[in-house]
């Protein structure tokens, strides 16, 4: 019930970068989780680059608890880094486990893995319902990678459920200026548009949408924020 009442829907999805990102956003299908697939053992002998590859291809494959463990493995013989870190946390979040995933997002406090440590941070904020926290998570990823449409569109969807829509646009606009192709932020910009009572732009934009479940979901989405951002007048 709290994921439900805290966003409409909150994915792991790939971003424009080398390491998964976290993401909040409507999104297409997501990979198939196939934990009880049988993982091969890494041999002893392989190089570190090519088995934090093999990790990231468990990541790719839904394989999330298969990573974890191959984290735990690669630690062991070699060392913690942030990269791992960054690759732990978004393994745990993956499986639910935000409260572990935040610690670990919050341990990382610079190096090139920040901007998506900060991003984490703003997706477990989220998923709670924190939109002013989520906010600030996202703010500090963009300040960081002012260019990463993925972290500009998670920082446009929680202004909108921050209720700052006019800065919610624009950063949603900037999202889909440098990613046109994103489905993900064309959705999240038609339901800000729908949710501020214009229609007709929102409409022109979920028409670019395939599924018409996608777009139901958007025009519930949009009703459901336009009615807890009117006031109760019933007292």
């Known amino acids: 019930m709290r994921r439900a009442a805290a966003a409409l829907s909150l994915l792991l999805a ?19 989780r196939r934990d009880a697939e049988v993982v091969a053992p890494v041999p002893p002998g392989q190089p570190q680059a090519l088995y934090l590859d093999v990790i990231t291809g468990l990541r790719a494959r839904g394989l999330h608890r298969a990573a974890i463990a191959h984290l735990d493995e690669y630690e062991r013989r070699f060392a ?74 998670n920082l446009g969807y929680a202004l909108l459920r921050q209720g700052n829509s006019e800065q919610g646009e624009y950063r949603l606009r900037m999202a889909s200026e440098l990613d046109p192709a994103s489905a993900e932020i064309r959705n999240n910009l ?44 019933s007292s």
């Open 80 to 153: 913690r880094t942030p990269a791992t870190a960054l690759l732990r946390a978004q393994s745990l979040l993956e499986i639910n486990d935000d409260q572990a995933a935040l610690t670990v997002f919050q341990s990382i406090r610079s190096g090139p893995e920040a901007a998506a440590a900060r991003a984490g941070t703003g997706t477990v904020m989220a998923r709670q319902g924190d939109w002013d926290r989520a906010v600030e998570a996202f703010t500090a990823a963009t300040q960081l990678e002012p260019t990463n449409p993925r972290f500009l569109n």
């Open 190 to 233: 038609a339901l800000l548009l729908l949710s501020s009572n214009r229609a007709p732009d929102g409409e022109r934009l979920l028409a670019q949408t395939p599924s018409p479940e996608t777009r139901a979901a958007i025009r519930r989405a949009a009703v459901q924020i336009q009615n807890r951002s009117t006031p109760d007048r």
């Open 14 to 32: 790939s971003a424009c970068s080398s390491l998964p990102l976290p993401s909040v956003s409507f999104s297409g299908n997501s990979s198939p």
